[in-house]
């Protein structure tokens, strides 16, 4: 069942009680968890992930997965305020509606485990929020999500970009393993975002 609006924290209840766990947990990072099994499968114990269009309907699913998932990330960049732990199911309800977004959810026994979305702008798709629900890491399902964008693209594109922070190792190498190559860094503070490209073939 979706989350309505009031199953989801006021935004400044939210920001307060994340700088909290952020501070409480400073200097942990937000790496994987070395005993997960990785690999490319997506099912888990006869437990198998479908991969199925997002639409406003889901925004509230959507967003509680997102802030969950980017609470590592917050803790590995020291910073409560990422946009998207900030952003509001209003917000994101209507970047869900816009006609140049396409966004794919991963579901698991009816759950939303994993949720990415493309942005088309002519020839070129802009790939962000790629998350997977903290408790399903490791398990292939941003591998399948990946795989799924391509399919999911008009034939009129022919590169996919994103960036991601340069301290999320783990998220570089899962790019580069599906193809994507960096292309330059820019400053976002204390760190750089690297910004990454895929070529697709005709």
């Known amino acids: 069942m979706p989350a309505s609006r009031s199953t989801l924290r006021p935004r400044a209840t939210f920001r307060s009680t994340l700088r909290a766990h952020v501070v409480r947990e400073h200097g942990v990072g937000a790496q994987e968890n070395p005993g997960r099994p990785r690999g490319r499968r997506c099912h888990d114990d006869h437990v198998t992930v479908q991969i199925r269009r997002l639409d406003a309907a889901r925004a509230g699913e959507v967003l509680t997965l997102q802030r969950a998932a980017y609470v590592s990330e917050a803790r590995l960049y020291h910073d409560p305020e990422l946009p998207p732990l900030v ?99 820019t400053p976002a503070g204390t760190y750089d975002l690297v910004h990454l490209t895929k070529r697709l073939t005709v």
């Open 87 to 185: 952003q509001t199911l209003d917000e994101l309800r209507a970047e869900l509606e816009l006609p140049d977004v396409i966004a794919l959810g991963a579901w698991e026994e009816g759950r939303l485990v994993g949720s990415v979305r493309l942005r088309i702008d002519g020839a070129v798709a802009h790939l962000g929020r790629l998350v997977v629900a903290p408790d399903r890491q490791g398990r292939g399902i941003g591998s399948s999500l990946l795989s799924a964008c391509e399919r999911m693209l008009p034939p009129s594109v022919g590169e996919i970009r994103l960036f991601t922070g340069s301290r999320s190792a783990g998220n570089i190498r899962l790019y580069e393993r599906f193809g994507y190559v960096r292309q330059y860094g």
